[in-house]
């Protein structure tokens, strides 16, 4: 039992529940600020009721109702789970459009980093040799490929910071040609495409497959390399694995390498330069969220992200199940009844698509967010939406799609932390910004992320994991415009590959996950 | 042009095409020992037809109707896909439950191969460390974890032959209770029960994941393991990342080499004993077809299936999409009704879950199958099942359930070749039978995979990527019984360690891909 002073967090003025902040969580008989005393020990994020609630009454976080009360409440009780009923979704057609309210953020000029910069205008982060394939039937050989060019090849190339084999598992096997096909496909597409690949995407196929691999790249390179090498490396970037020229493995290895030692050698001439801010891309996610999320890392990370849009850079925030209970409080923020309409019809699909597979959004969350002190999908929604920071909405893409506009986009993509993280990449992203509560080893090898830890306990057992400690901001040990800045300062260090991000140093890289909404076959 | 002899493979009496033999195909003017004269040059492995159709006429092969002609289709032309209308599939309702006509096959004592007796009755044909994960959160630590296994631990135990880390894209962000969760749930329990795990497979888990980690181990071995080391080794398989008795990422990574070294222990103390060849359990599958896969590799993988079966062991044939539209020529060979009504349920519900994703079975063959002459999913499915070879179906297993039955079991699974292959092995599969036309680097690190060629172009490019060349059948250099007993005995010997499959040799393997029926959230 601690002796410390009981702290909680109370967010508006209209909430009825307040979150416990201490560490230890707090002891019965506890008695809080406010003078409510604890009924029974409440876990540290978890809530206590600052009222006696009736039930059915509106249990109110965030000066949002998150659900009503399953029996009466008293005032001082633990308020888990089990005691909030999960109220109804907004329902879509009703909302009013009633779009344009944000008011743009002030400008913020004069801060840049030191970037790759891509003949097509994009920026990257690191140089890398992408390795993209049509289909997994492919992916043992690229595996050997990626290994044979690390050991033989890289050590010649040091401006060149690795090599990314996106293995996946689309490509045969599948309903090409179903109403979801188009998702994975245009999100292969643009992953070849990705800024931190400088142009010089390599792309390996079978032949057979129902994905034909000259659909990865643009349409006027679309013939097939047979790896000869008579192009002097200036050919199209396609190598098929059935290729009749090649007798036997020894043969598709050679050309494989020839290819990629091309790249390598182009790669290894890129230089970092002094770029604007506005040529970030930024993602935002969470994963593994706890009821402190919402008022540490994730508002936070929103403070960093309304930098990001102010100095001109691009900002997605993502997560379709975890924005959805809060549509009603986005949809004003959206810049203009088109984006409105745009954000209103991705919600609409997945609820849809959700529907089709028999579940819906109370699938989520997981039953570690639930220890973590969240109810339900609406508390954890209320939470979430603080990463897009306060500007207005001025896009929204599909998945996979890649973004088109400066300023905050809405980028919908599932929940998933690696389908998510895919699709960003996929969208541009050259940056992402992941907030974590329970704690995820999460990386990407294609592109920075920085981890920003929403509690202490967890900053401090997983210091060497975590890029950013929020938690200071529940202790009162920083302001969130404080740590906002911090997190702003960091991605212009780390995009310019002078800091670099925990995950990067330890190694530590999720495979990406395509989403591909159509069934196998 | 070729110069030789025109051969053609004509299989039933009653078929009204045949497919071209000769490697390089054959010109317009040449004539076919029936007298038959090309109106056109054909493609090898694609069809000829071999009497003049009518519009509407029903094109036959295998002695099989495999659809309508299109337009009048005059002796000697090219029957292209187009020129084939796609049938109606059997309807599953109006089929006749008339079971058991395939006689029991006369056994075949006597044969056996050295593998590892697990105590669960269970034989290995490797024997390896497996690493099962509850979650994909943890895909990165666990590679890092790999490596360094493979470095520093590896080459102190000399008996064991690789480690296996299962990473995979569930586990979280997907609805746990959705209808078709119980798939991909029931494929990782029984992944980690693989034999050539031998009992010692380790569960990486994160702690706040949907699929909670000690759900892949059974109910008596359910509590995690902090990695104290304190058990000396003889505790619960499962190791839980965000457990709080790790400091950071070092901490983790020493628990977790500590699991490692304690299995590999134990694992390096297998030895191989004799077994009897009715200890195997062999998958038949097929990838990259062609229309000369029906007449060479599918029959003689089919004849060393039966030898397989007659010696006791257990073959598993999957692929739903690929025997869909053959069914009735399948139901009579099922043991009984309760077989057949099986074989009917899982039909049926793949024929659901097509349509619920927009698509149906015309999503299959492949562009490369069609190139390889096989014009529908109906001529596919012809030559598909011959790889069943010809004894009696004594059972009918869900996607991601475990065989419990020797003999000739139909293991219902999606066609893509990773899915069935995680399915098969989850079923528990110790060594497979993987037939190709087109070609595929195709392997599988959890078992050996034999790789057998349909056609003469691909055995002679491909000599060290195949394994058996089943293509001497259409030239008459070899019969199919000759080229299954070959089969059968690399099968005992690639079971044994004795000899190495190319797949093994070259260290090419696919990554393993759960069938997740459900939505991802």
């Known amino acids: 039992m601690t002796q410390e002073r009981a702290r909680v967090i109370k967010i508006h003025d209209r909430d009825n529940v307040a979150i416990v902040a201490n560490a230890g969580g707090l002891p019965s008989g506890a008695r809080l600020p406010d003078g409510t005393v604890l009924l029974e020990a409440v876990p540290p994020s978890h809530k206590v009721a600052l009222a006696d609630l009736p039930a059915g009454a509106e249990v109110i976080r965030y000066g949002q109702v998150i659900g009503k009360a399953a029996r009466p409440?008293?005032?001082?009780?633990?308020?888990?789970?089990?005691?909030?009923?999960?109220?109804?979704?907004?329902?879509?057609?009703?909302?009013p459009l009633d779009t344009g309210h944000a008011p743009a953020l002030p400008p913020l000029p004069g801060y840049s980093f030191d970037g790759y910069r891509n003949a097509d205008g994009t920026v990257g982060t690191k140089n890398l040799l992408g390795i993209l394939t049509s289909v997994q039937c492919v992916a043992g050989v690229v595996n050997v490929l990626a290994r044979r060019i690390r050991e033989e090849l890289l050590p010649r190339y040091p401006n060149v910071d690795d090599i990314v084999a996106v293995n996946h598992s689309y490509g045969c096997g599948v309903a090409i040609n179903a109403p979801g096909a188009a998702v994975p496909i245009r999100t292969l597409q643009n992953l070849a495409r990705h800024p931190n690949f400088g142009g010089e995407a390599m792309i390996v196929g079978l032949g057979c497959e129902?994905?034909?691999?000259?659909?990865?790249?643009?349409?006027?390179?679309?013939?097939?390399?047979?790896?000869?090498?008579?192009?002097?490396?200036?050919?199209?970037?396609v190598l098929l694995l059935q290729d009749e020229a090649f007798r036997g493995?020894?043969?598709?290895?050679?050309?494989?390498?020839?290819?990629?030692?091309?790249?390598?050698?182009?790669?290894?001439?890129?230089?970092?330069?002094?770029?604007?801010?506005?040529?970030?891309?930024?993602?935002?996610?969470?994963?593994?969220?706890?009821?402190?999320?919402?008022?540490t890392a994730n508002p936070a990370v929103g403070y960093a992200a309304d930098l990001i849009v102010r100095a001109g850079g691009t900002v997605?925030?993502?997560?379709?199940?975890?924005?959805?209970?809060?549509?009603?409080l986005l949809l004003p923020r959206t810049a203009d009844i088109w984006v409105g309409r745009a954000l209103l019809k991705e919600m609409a699909w997945y609820d849809r698509y959700l529907a089709a597979g028999g579940a819906d959004r109370s699938a989520n969350p997981a039953p570690g967010n639930k220890r973590g002190g969240l109810a339900n999908v609406v508390e954890k929604a209320l939470g979430s939406i603080a990463k897009s920071g306060s500007g207005p909405i001025v896009d929204v893409i599909g998945p996979g799609e890649r973004v088109q506009k400066s300023g905050l986009v809405f980028a919908a993509t599932p929940a998933s932390d690696f389908v998510c993280g895919t699709l960003q990449l996929a969208a541009g992203m050259n940056l992402q910004l992941f907030t974590t509560g329970r704690g995820t080893p999460y990386g990407l090898q294609m592109a920075p992320v920085l981890k920003v830890s929403s509690s202490q306990a967890l900053s401090e057992r997983w210091s060497d994991l975590v890029d950013v400690d929020a938690s200071r901001i529940a202790g009162g040990g920083a302001t969130i415009e404080e740590v906002g800045w911090e997190i702003f300062r960091l991605v212009l260090d780390v995009a310019s590959g002078r800091k670099r991000a925990a995950a990067d140093r330890l190694g530590l890289y999720n495979d990406l996950v395509l989403f591909n909404p159509g069934p196998v076959t």
Chains 1, 2 share one sequence.
């Open 73 to 95: 409440i008293p005032r001082g009780s633990w308020v888990d789970e089990s005691l909030v009923l999960l109220p109804e979704p907004p329902a879509l057609d009703d909302l």
């Open 210 to 237: 129902k994905l034909e691999a000259d659909r990865l790249v643009p349409q006027d390179e679309r013939h097939a390399c047979a790896g000869c090498g008579g192009c002097g490396g200036e050919g199209p970037p």
């Open 249 to 295: 493995f020894g043969d598709m290895m050679a050309a494989l390498m020839r290819m990629a030692g091309e790249r390598l050698e182009r790669l290894n001439r890129r230089r970092r330069e002094p770029c604007p801010a506005s040529d970030l891309v930024a993602g935002v996610q969470c994963g593994g969220s706890d009821a402190f999320s919402g008022v």
């Open 316 to 328: 997605m925030f993502s997560e379709v199940t975890e924005v959805r209970d809060a549509i009603h």
